[in-house]
């Protein structure tokens, strides 16, 4: 069987998130690797981007294979319905016609000039293949593409053994191993379908981050020892990728690494995307799993009984059991410096691989106002591009941040119309997050795509006590746990969180509601902007009249 790169996709083909020409994708994604041998490693939706005229502009090339000599083959899907014409083979979207050969031609040149310049893969091999699981193609001579790289409906069954012929196993014992690994690196560094906090809470629904870098390339290219690592980045920087990447490359190594958060939605999340042989919880799941390994039984009935678990962990000795190789800090801006000391504790000693540790943090998500931790002698890089969210959403917040907290807008989408809803009174309030839900659902979008985020916490949200919006169930977190671990949802069609619960994750769709200040100080900012960069397409905002007038006198 084919390695699938990344790991989870079968999870996330049964998650029913996916649907049209990307569950065709997911097809052929089991299809390649029920079919090849092992020889092979598949990685699926690998994202490019250069500069082109001045703009970025974003492809895509479906699939890559790789074989043990690190030769590799380019599949290009086209699913549906294709026109022909004089100048070859066009797919039609609903906006606009695309050239499949000039489309392909571009992605093609993209993937292998960024490949040649990496030290040692000049000379990889390239090749490629059109794949038109649904469509005969009747003129092959002017397709714009050779015949004997199209594989159309009628080939459908033999794609697996034409990809052996155009790319046959490879002799691994004779390839050059430096640069099958940097050609490995290299993909694993631009494939963006790394599951990441991109997700709805509880469901394995993924979103494609379409840029070509981000943290999880250039961050990870930094040596020095020993490796402690600091990272303040903006939402949608790509954090939670390099995180992915640092916890999967420690288990290749056979290592383990620890991955330690402050929110337990965000822990069920990466527990969700990593693959096994690491640990993944919150500092609270932590100290309890210690302490009970260990013959206690924290009590939770008593007033103080967080405290009481942290000071009971932290007297405890850190046994072999509990040391790991890697270490990865994330929502460090939530992290007292207790907090601090008690996760470091279990990063076993050393300045080799054994003994890396990095801490993931945004200033800007510190909704409790905490001070930032000291980490003297740790190497800090700042990483201020948003890469998730609509530029659009962007530009709003850049005129509502502090100088010293600039972001740049470096999104895939372009534009995105920011909706902003007023509302005076309860009444109003729910009428306004419904008509917010139906404007999604105008777009296209469906109710899984959408979350309603409360910019209250539960306990004070107008919200929480519905159980549906008119013709809209609302799904919840029930505060209960199955027997697996994950959250339990209340059954229903649209998600309602908190900004606090919801802070690390997003949706397509974000209806951010009950956004009331009377002020727009340091905390309303803040909070804002964790909101609004929720939105991975579109953000809808219902502001009450008196914080709206607020917000666009400071927007202006």
């Known amino acids: 069987m084919a390695i699938i790169v990344p790991d989870g996709w079968r999870e996330f083909a049964n998650s029913g998130a996916v649907t049209g020409a990307a569950q ?9 690797a029920d079919a090849l041998p092992d020889a092979y490693t598949v990685y699926h939706a690998v994202h490019w981007t250069r500069l082109e005229h001045g703009y970025s502009v974003y492809g895509e090339i479906d699939f890559v ?14 699913s549906g319905f294709l026109e022909e014409g004089p100048d070859g083979l066009v797919k039609r979207y609903a906006e606009k016609s695309k050239s ?33 699981p649904d469509y005969q193609i009747k003129q092959m001579e002017s397709a714009g593409i050779s015949p004997e790289r199209i594989v159309d409906a009628r080939r459908r069954d ?28 290299f993909l694993r560094d631009i494939v963006q379908l790394e599951t990441d906090v991109s997700a709805l809470i509880g469901r394995a629904q993924t979103l494609v981050t379409r840029i070509s870098g981000g943290l999880a390339h250039w961050a990870r290219q930094l040596e020095f020892s020993p490796y402690r690592l600091r990272v303040s980045g903006t939402a949608g920087s790509g954090k939670t990728q390099l995180a992915l990447a640092e916890y999967r490359a420690a288990i290749e190594l056979g290592k383990r690494p620890l991955y330690v958060c402050y929110n337990r939605p965000l822990a069920d999340h990466f527990q969700l995307i990593a693959p096994p042989g690491g640990h993944v919880c919150t500092l609270h799941m932590l100290c309890d799993q210690r302490l009970r390994a260990a013959g206690e039984l924290p009590d939770f009935n008593q007033p103080d009984a967080f405290e009481t678990l942290l000071a009971r962990a932290a007297a405890l000795p850190v046994s072999e059991d509990w040391l790991f190789d890697t270490l990865i800090v994330d929502e460090g801006q939530d992290f007292s410096e207790t907090w601090r000391d008690l996760a470091l504790r279990h990063l076993k000693p050393g300045v080799e691989f054994a003994s890396r540790a990095i801490w993931l943090e945004d200033p800007l998500q510190n909704l409790y106002g905490r001070e930032p931790v000291e980490l003297p002698g740790w190497v800090r890089i700042h990483a201020t591009s948003n890469y998730r969210s609509p530029r659009s959403v962007v530009r709003m917040l850049q005129n509502l941040l502090p ?23 309860a009444a109003e309030l729910t009428q306004q997050v419904k008509e917010g839900i139906r404007q999604c659902l105008a777009e296209g979008f469906k109710k899984a795509d959408i979350a309603v985020v409360s910019y209250s916490g539960r306990e004070k949200s107008l919200l929480f006590p519905y159980t549906e919006l008119g013709p809209h169930s609302l799904k919840t977190y029930t505060g209960r746990y199955d027997l697996l671990g994950q959250p339990i949802y209340s059954d229903g069609d649209v998600l309602l969180e908190s900004v606090y619960r919801f802070k690390g994750q997003a949706a397509p769709a974000i209806v951010f509601a ?5 002020q727009l100080d340091e905390r309303a900012v803040r909070k804002l902007f964790v909101g609004a960069t929720r939105a991975t397409m579109k953000l809808v905002l219902v502001v009450s009249e008196r914080s709206a007038a607020v917000l666009l006198e400071r927007l202006g």
């Open 24 to 32: 065709r994708e997911i097809e052929t994604l089991a299809a390649l």
């Open 158 to 185: 033999q794609l697996a053994a034409i990809v052996g012929q155009i790319l046959p196993p490879g002799d691994a014992e004779r390839a050059n191993p430096d640069t099958t690994r940097q050609v490995h690196r």
């Open 100 to 132: 499949v050969p000039m489309q392909m031609a571009r992605g093609i040149a993209a993937i292998q000039a960024k490949l040649h310049a990496r030290p040692g893969c000049r000379d990889v091999a390239i090749d490629y293949l059109l794949y038109c």
């Open 65 to 78: 294979l790789v074989n043990q000599a690190g030769a590799l083959l380019l599949i290009e899907q086209k």
């Open 403 to 425: 100088e010293e907290f600039q972001i740049e807008a470096q999104g895939a989408l372009q534009s995105s119309d920011l909706v902003v809803l007023t509302y005076k009174d």
């Open 514 to 518: 009950e956004i009331d200040f009377e």
